[in-house]
């Protein structure tokens, strides 16, 4: 594993856990930070793993983009600084692992924006979540694009036009996360969901992940179009066909891959 100024990573069987550690900047997102996030992505998604977690120390799972830095910048910096957030979400999406986000604390900004770029999120119940942009100087745009797509249209209008924050329960009824659970329950929650969501043909999982993410935003039937021949394709590899050949013969798969 290679080392890292801001982030903890290691590797634990098939787990990759990746954890913010820049506890006195309340894991702002620096462009140090977010080329460490990127890096650490990029090579568990080279990796044979299974799964990511992402997770954070210290009183805040991250707070956003780190000021300090935008405001030394210029137009054409910031530009860089939000190309390069932006690459870390596409990067959490295109990996063929499973990312779930272990959220401890309060998310915010491009914090909240990484939460809702992860395929699977479970929040410990003191937990919270905002977009507070709408009530300050600099409007989530950026942050809003994932968020939007996890809570739908009237829910992302309060988010980001209140900036205020929501629970963890109101998060999960929202669809933003997938479970809020007491706080002594968190590790075991995301432990139980990611194991879950791991089984089974590790080729199967990269390419369903790949098209539920190109599907997600076409219209219908684009969609359907796009997700047929994906899956017509799917039908003839090794782990298709042994999950098939176990079912039909009753007995336990051996997955190739």
């Known amino acids: 594993?290679?080392?890292?100024?801001?982030?903890?990573?290691?590797?634990?069987?098939?787990?990759?856990?990746?954890?913010?550690?820049?506890?006195?900047?309340?894991?702002?997102?620096?462009?140090?930070?977010?080329?460490?996030?990127?890096?650490?992505?990029?090579?568990?998604?080279?990796?044979?793993?299974?799964?990511?977690v992402l997770a954070g120390t210290g009183k805040?799972?991250?707070?956003?983009?780190?000021?300090?830095?935008?405001?030394?910048?210029?137009?054409?910096?910031?530009?860089?600084?939000?190309?390069?957030?932006?690459?870390?979400?596409?990067?959490?999406?295109?990996?063929?692992?499973?990312?779930?986000?272990?959220?401890?604390?309060?998310?915010?900004?491009?914090?909240?924006?990484?939460?809702?770029?992860?395929?699977?999120?479970?929040?410990?119940?003191?937990?919270?979540?905002?977009?507070?942009?709408?009530k300050a100087g600099w409007f989530c745009h950026t942050p809003a694009v994932p968020v939007a797509r996890a809570v739908g249209r009237k829910r992302l209008m309060e988010l980001a036009l209140t900036g205020d924050p929501i629970d963890a329960a109101t998060a999960e009824q929202w669809g933003l996360i997938n479970r809020a659970v007491p706080d002594e329950e968190l590790d075991a929650a995301v432990d139980d969901l990611l194991a879950r969501a791991t089984r089974g043909s590790r080729a199967s999982k990269?390419?369903?992940?790949?098209?539920?993410?190109?599907?997600?935003?076409?219209?219908?039937?684009?969609?359907?179009e796009l997700a047929l021949e994906a899956m017509a394709a799917a039908s003839q590899t090794p782990g298709a066909k042994e999950g098939m050949a176990a079912f039909l013969e009753k007995r336990k798969p051996s997955w190739p891959d």
Do not use: W
């Open 1 to 52: 594993m290679a080392e890292y100024r801001n982030l903890l990573v290691d590797r634990a069987d098939d787990i990759v856990r990746i954890t913010m550690n820049r506890p006195e900047r309340r894991n702002a997102l620096s462009a140090e930070h977010l080329t460490e996030l990127l890096s650490a992505f990029r090579a568990a998604g080279e990796s044979d793993a299974t799964g990511v």
């Open 60 to 134: 805040v799972f991250s707070a956003g983009h780190d000021f300090a830095d935008v405001a030394a910048r210029d137009l054409d910096g910031v530009r860089e600084l939000l190309e390069l957030c932006t690459e870390v979400m596409r990067t959490v999406q295109s990996i063929p692992q499973v990312v779930i986000a272990r959220v401890h604390a309060l998310a915010t900004a491009a914090g909240c924006q990484l939460v809702a770029s992860c395929d699977l999120a479970v929040a410990a119940a003191s937990a919270g979540f905002a977009l507070p942009g709408g």
């Open 206 to 224: 990269a390419a369903g992940k790949r098209t539920l993410y190109a599907q997600l935003d076409r219209p219908e039937a684009d969609a359907y």
